[in-house]
């Protein structure tokens, strides 16, 4: 791995920029990459996952990444030119300009939830600011990560991209590689290590993190509407998407309206579970085992467990699909309310009035996205002014994700910086201020030995 890195430092060295055709060319071959391999690439996820609908990955990763590219490459040249700032007066007729310069070898880390779009989404915006980079993909999805090995090391020079593949001993070497900008995406808690190790080489990070994301309906907003955009939400990919609509805030008197609609749209999304290919399984034995824990945990302390598919419960299902289960009579106490769920499990949590639910939110740390429900201009801006949070769609779920000209990132424990089109330009190059003076200028009269004029240049800035 240090070879490698070695190598790439070297070749970033020889070559520390890049014109547009020359970047333009690198996001052509992963387009490529992508398209010609789309097939392996969905086959490979679905074995991970023991069944991941392909639906799912074309719309979350392999799609989602052709976008990025068609975006980028549309505005790339764009995004590259020098930009013009203004000159004080006292300065003039000097002119100003930033110049985004590539950085050089760029750390990617990635996780398994989306194990293609995660390694690839900052790999394009960190090749379209002229960077070398390296990815470490999940180990947990093995099949994905050996295939992607496999197509980056066919596309890509391997000075310019390149996989390493392992475990979690690989991953801390990795993340203690002196890079020049280091992209994590995963769990807070890994985040934590990720930034410590990436501080003893003043290394910049980018921290994409997770956290418990709310929805909040309004008592206006039409029940139907806003329950299939939180259901589809929480079910696509069986909850395991970072923004995924972790719990939802119900105004107390449409609670029962909530559950019910709840059930009926998932029923109708999904007629049933086990057998059903548009439905995802859990990614691992493991974490299968940690949300049934959240739910044994709940139960224990007094939470209604509602199953949305009675009849499935207790059949040999031969597989890690889990049954969709809404939660209520929660309280903080349950872990289910601390932890980020990652699963099929919607916690309902009744308030009275707007501003409840806004405390409830902001008594919390800073979720990574925020879902509002309301046609109501005065109930959204309450909901926009007060509380932080990565992202917001309002009436809907997921999408702000996928808007290409938007940023995407957290904020405090939901993560630090953000990427995506030209605010990933932005985070994967260097502003580089330029100051360029001009021939006639009253420089000298700054110059020492200080005199009268320089007390006078002083009066004036006074
Ligand atoms: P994770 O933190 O367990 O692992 C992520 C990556 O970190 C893996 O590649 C792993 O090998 C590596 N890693 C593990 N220990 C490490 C260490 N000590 N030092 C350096 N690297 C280490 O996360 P996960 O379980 O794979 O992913 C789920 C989490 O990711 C959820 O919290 C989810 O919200 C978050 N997530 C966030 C986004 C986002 O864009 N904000 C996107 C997807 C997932």
Redesign the pocket.
């Known amino acids: 791995m240090k070879q490698k890195f070695a190598t790439m430092k070297a070749a970033a060295r020889a070559n520390p920029n890049s014109d547009h055709a020359t970047r333009d060319q690198h996001l052509s071959k992963m387009a490529d990459l992508i398209t010609e391999n789309s097939d392996a690439i969905i086959a490979a996820i679905c074995e991970d996952f023991g069944h991941r609908s392909p639906i799912e990955t074309q719309f979350g990763e392999t799609l989602n990444a052709l976008a990025d590219i068609k975006h980028t490459r549309k505005k790339l040249a764009q995004w590259m030119r020098p930009e013009k700032r203004s000159v004080g007066m006292h300065f003039l007729p000097a002119r100003n300009e930033v110049r985004y310069q590539p950085k050089g070898v760029v750390g990617v880390?990635?996780?398994?939830?989306?194990p293609f779009s995660?390694a690839i989404n900052p790999t394009i915006g960190a090749l379209a600011a002229g960077n070398r980079v390296m990815i470490?993909?999940?180990?947990?999805t093995p099949k994905l990560s050996a295939l992607l090995a496999i197509l980056i090391a066919q596309y890509f020079e391997a000075d310019h991209v390149t996989v390493i593949t392992?475990?979690?001993d690989?991953?801390?070497q990795?993340?203690a590689l002196p890079f020049d900008h280091l992209v994590?995406?995963?769990?807070?808690?890994?985040?934590q290590?990720?930034m410590q190790?990436a501080a003893n080489n003043l290394t910049p990070v980018t921290?994409?993190?997770?956290?418990k994301s709310p929805a909040i309906l309004d008592s206006e907003y039409p029940m139907k509407l806003a329950v299939e955009k939180i259901v589809s939400g929480k079910l696509f990919n069986a909850g395991?998407?970072?923004?995924?609509p972790d719990y939802a805030l119900v105004p107390a008197e449409r609670e029962a309206d909530f559950v019910a609609t709840v059930t009926a749209t998932a029923r109708r999304f999904y007629p049933s579970i086990f057998d059903n290919p548009d439905f995802t399984a859990i990614?691992s034995e493991a974490?299968f085992s940690r949300i049934n824990g959240l739910i044994e945990d709940a139960q224990a302390k007094g939470a209604t467990i509602t199953e949305i598919y009675p009849e499935e419960v207790g059949k040999p299902a031969n597989t890690r699909k889990m049954l969709p289960k809404i939660i209520t009579n929660t309280s903080d106490d349950m872990k289910v309310m601390q932890e980020?769920i990652?699963g099929p499990l919607l916690p309902v949590v009744p308030y009275n009035g707007v501003d409840e639910a806004i405390d409830y939110v902001m008594d919390r740390p800073h979720p990574?996205a925020f879902y509002g429900f309301s046609n109501n201009s005065t109930f959204v801006e309450k909901l926009l002014h007060k509380p932080l949070a990565?992202g917001v769609s309002i009436n809907d779920t997921l999408l702000h994700?996928v808007q290409n000209d938007l940023p995407?990132?957290?904020v405090g424990t939901?993560?630090i910086g953000c990427y995506h089109g030209f605010d990933g330009f932005k985070t994967f190059s260097h502003a580089k201020a330029v100051f360029h003076q001009s021939k006639i200028n009253a420089r000298s009269a700054m110059f020492p030995p200080y005199g009268k004029t320089m007390d006078r240049l002083l009066g004036m800035l006074r």
Request: with cysteine; proline share 4%.
């Open positions: 880390i990635s996780p398994w939830n989306y995660m470490k993909p999940s180990e947990l392992g475990g979690v690989v991953a801390q990795f993340s994590f995406t995963g769990s807070t808690k890994v985040g290590l990720v190790a921290l994409e993190l997770g956290g395991q998407t970072c923004i995924s990614i974490h980020e990652f990574l990565g994700i995407f990132g957290g939901s993560g």
